[in-house]
T-cell receptor
Framework: QKEVEQNSGPLSVPEGAIASLNCTYS??????FFWYRQYSGKSPELIMSIYSNGDKEDGRFTAQLNKASQYVSLLIRDSQPSDSATYLC????????????FGQGTRLTINP | DAGITQSPRHKVTETGTPVTLRCHQT?????MYWYRQDPGHGLRLIHY???????DKGEVSDGYSVSRSKTEDFLLTLESATSSQTSVYFCAISDPTIPTGRAFFGQGTRLTVV
């Protein structure tokens, strides 16, 4: 079982709709969870971090964490063409040292 | 932008030759990571370091070694490059004492093994 798993997509969403991205992780001791966005040919950039169960909102982005189900999600409201990118879920696995592990990424396309 | 620099940015090398990629940071962050990125695989962890001379393996460490003799530098060496190691390599840094624990990435190194 991979430590962090995402649906690799591609996911296609019409402009103005809600895009929903999902991620599961295997280590119950994980404490920190992140969503990165990566445009083609660029480096990943952090868009959301979440540490406790529930929802965390930042502008059009909402991260949701359910530690009991080992599940993290990202919602993008009022999707814009500029949101078209690959979204990477990352988890800090506590195995002595902190090991930052990524899922395989979900490619999202917002259609005008 | 975080002070993290990868060198070289692009490299073409021949099968069987050794290759060293360098990651340099000016942020004094404790953790440094090397990832490779291939289509459909996201970022896969090769090796990481949690301090000077303290390193550990990631999920795809075979054929790679690392060294960290100074806080600011983390070197990735391909002992004998193979075509399967053609990839984009990213270095990242993080510091768990910073509340967000976020990681910052370098610009990436595109390595082609022919």
């Amino acid at each position: 079982q991979k430590e962090v798993e995402q649906n690799s997509g591609p996911l296609s969403v019409p402009e103005g709709a809600i895009a929903s991205l999902n991620c599961t992780y295997s280590d119950r001791g994980s404490q920190s969870f992140f969503w990165y966005r990566q445009y083609s040919g660029k480096s990943p950039e952090l868009i959301m971090s979440i540490y406790s169960n529930g929802d965390k909102e930042d502008g059009r982005f909402t991260a949701q964490l359910n530690k009991a189900s080992q599940y993290v999600s990202l919602l993008i409201r009022d999707s814009q063409p500029s949101d078209s990118a690959t979204y990477l879920c990352a988890v800090n696995l506590i195995q002595g040292a902190q090991k930052l592990v990524f899922g395989q990424g979900t490619r999202l396309t917002i259609n005008p | 932008d975080a002070g993290i620099t990868q060198s070289p940015r692009h490299k073409v090398t021949e099968t069987g030759t050794p290759v060293t990629l360098r990651c340099h940071q000016t942020e004094n962050h404790r953790y440094m990571y090397w990832y490779r990125q291939d289509p459909g695989h996201g970022l896969r962890l090769i090796h990481y370091s949690y301090g000077v001379k303290d390193t550990d393996k990631g999920e795809v460490s075979d054929g790679y070694s690392v060294s960290r003799s100074k806080t600011e530098d983390f070197l990735l060496t391909l002992e004998s490059a193979t075509s399967s190691q053609t990839s984009v390599y990213f270095c990242a840094i993080s510091d768990p004492t910073i509340p967000t624990g976020r990681a910052f990435f370098g610009q990436g190194t595109r390595l082609t093994v022919v």
